[in-house]
């Protein structure tokens, strides 16, 4: 699953059992809150390179800004109600199967539509994306937040959009790699695996808001704590 906050906005999408928070850059400045473990000087270059910062005072209150987001994103991954309420997505097997097809590439877009207004009918589903709507609703200058499936559905988003319900499992802010891949099918003849670890995204233009921007994700364990095959969600802010 992932997070997202962008312009300063945040995405977020949730996975079966780990879950990542992204926040993304809108026009030129993007405002990060995020959860981050590993923040470092590299990570901070990286995203001020991408995003042409000029000059040593901006770049430092940038790079300010930047960490106090990626340390929110984190936090807010780690919630226990938002952890529960995502566990509760696989205890009901006909929402499971509803969400396994989703996740399918040759789905036509008219079985989707159908399968996505079925999705939103499940109290779970309804259970997690107010739960995200809680967590969310008091940061400052966010755009938006969404987590994403372990297989990157779509699953909430503050605000709502009609991206709740699409696979964006060929994302850089899911799978942590340098750029995007073409599409779902592209990224599932890579085998690439999910992202692990909390990560800024190279920049891409938002499908929502149609402006370039950055993402911060952050995975979170599934809270059973005996699950032998542990799946991982995504909060993500942009």
């Keep these: 699953w992932r997070w997202c906050v962008g312009?300063?906005?945040i995405p977020v999408m949730y996975a079966t059992l780990a879950l990542i928070l992204l926040a993304d850059y809108?026009?030129?400045?993007?405002?990060?809150?995020?959860?981050?473990?590993?923040?470092?000087q590299a990570l901070t270059r990286r995203s001020l390179t991408a995003l042409n910062f000029a000059g040593d005072s901006v770049a430092r209150t940038a790079a300010r800004e930047l960490e106090e987001r990626m340390l929110?994103?984190?936090?807010?991954?780690v919630a226990p109600q938002l952890r529960r309420a995502l566990a509760d997505l696989e205890s009901n097997p006909a929402l499971v199967q509803t969400?396994?097809?989703?996740?399918?590439?040759q789905l036509s877009v008219e079985r989707r539509d159908v399968l996505r207004e079925e999705m939103l009918t499940?109290?779970?589903?309804?259970?997690?994306?107010?739960?995200?709507?809680?967590?969310?609703?008091?940061?400052?200058?966010?755009f938006g937040w969404f987590i994403l499936?372990?297989?990157?559905?779509?699953?909430?988003?503050?605000?709502?959009?009609?991206?709740?319900?699409?696979?964006?499992?060929?994302?850089?802010?899911?799978?942590?790699?340098e750029k995007d891949d073409a599409d779902l099918n592209a990224y599932l003849a890579s085998r690439r695996p999910r992202l692990d670890r909390t990560?800024?995204?190279?920049?891409?233009?938002?499908?929502?808001?149609?402006?370039?921007?950055i993402t911060?994700?952050?995975p979170i364990s599934d809270i059973v704590e005996d699950a032998k095959d542990r799946k991982s969600t995504r909060l993500n802010s942009s």
Excluded at 149 to 177: D, S
Aim: proline residues 5%.
């Design 149 to 177: 499936q372990e297989q990157g559905l779509q699953v909430a988003r503050m605000p709502f959009n009609t991206t709740v319900g699409q696979n964006y499992a060929w994302r850089a802010y899911f799978h942590g790699g």
């Design 26 to 40: 809108v026009g030129g400045w993007i405002w990060f809150r995020a959860a981050y473990r590993e923040t470092d």
């Design 122 to 142: 499940f109290p779970a589903i309804e259970k997690v994306q107010k739960q995200l709507e809680f967590l969310a609703q008091s940061r400052n200058r966010v």
């Design 99 to 105: 969400l396994d097809e989703l996740n399918d590439p």
């Design 199 to 213: 990560a800024i995204s190279p920049s891409f233009l938002s499908q929502v808001t149609n402006r370039w921007v």
């Design 216 to 218: 911060i994700s952050a």
């Design 7 to 9: 312009n300063p906005s």
């Design 72 to 77: 929110l994103v984190e936090k807010l991954a």
